[in-house]
């Protein structure tokens, strides 16, 4: 099936440690996105990319780091610097071009202690 | 910031129709109109998109004022599975324009 897998679904880190989250997509898509979500809230744009070995800065980039080294993957790195790291990730992606939407993964939830 | 304001939540019945509406009184010439759903602790999932027509898909239907400055949502038969809260989002359709998730409404289908 086509479509855009994130994994693990839940993860759980110590205090300290970067951790890397995993986001594929078999859509043959060009852009892909990273969003955290916090409780009650909408989205927050981290991290994109329109192409591959390119991506920029969202509203909320600081502590995150991305890479884009092949088209179907974009995994997000929350380093210790990021104060907050405890939320739900989303991954998402979308064709080039005029008038498309971005389809959605399934999450990765993160609780770092 | 969102540029669309969309109320906390609404009920509605099961078997109803559900009208979601939305305002984007800043909304400029080359911005759609889009929707999206969230189901608790799932993906967004989109249902629908417009710039000035009325449109409509197996999903729902959107309506879209003349003059732009709002819109509505509509569910035709809500069930119980449309519980989620519904994201209106405005976004020029230029490469690379992201969009902006606001808190969204919050529907309840009640049975």
């Known amino acids: 099936d086509g479509g855009i897998t994130q994994s693990p679904k839940y993860l759980f880190r110590k205090e300290g440690q970067n951790v890397t989250l995993s986001c594929e997509q078999n859509?043959?898509?060009?852009?892909m996105y990273w969003y955290r979500q916090d409780p009650g809230q909408g989205l927050r744009l981290i991290y994109y990319?329109?192409?591959?070995?390119?991506?920029q800065k969202g509203d909320i980039a600081e502590g995150y780091s991305v890479s884009r080294e092949k088209k179907e993957s974009f995994p997000l790195t929350v380093t210790s610097a990021q104060k907050n790291p405890t939320a739900f990730y989303l991954c998402?992606?979308?064709?080039?071009?005029?008038?498309?939407?971005?389809?959605f993964g399934p999450g990765t939830r993160l609780t770092v202690t | 910031d969102a540029k669309t304001t969309q109320p906390t939540s609404m009920d509605c019945a099961e078997g109803r129709a559900a009208n979601l509406p939305c305002n984007h009184s800043t909304i400029s010439g080359n911005e759609y109109v889009y929707w999206y759903r969230q189901i608790h602790s799932q993906g967004p999932q989109y249902i629908i998109h417009?710039?000035?027509n009325n449109e409509t898909n197996e999903m729902a239907s959107l309506i879209i004022t003349e003059d732009r400055k709002s819109s509505t949502l509509i569910l035709p038969h809500a069930t119980l599975r449309d519980t989620a809260v519904y994201y209106c989002?405005?976004?020029?359709?230029?490469?690379?324009?992201?969009?902006?998730f606001g808190p969204g409404t919050r529907l309840s289908v009640l049975p």
């Open positions: 990319s329109q192409i591959v070995n390119d991506f």
């Open positions: 859509l043959n898509h060009d852009a």
């Open positions: 998402a992606s979308s064709r080039s071009g005029l008038s498309n939407e971005q389809y």
């Open positions: 417009g710039l000035k």
């Open positions: 989002i405005v976004r020029e359709d230029n490469y690379g324009q992201n969009f902006v």
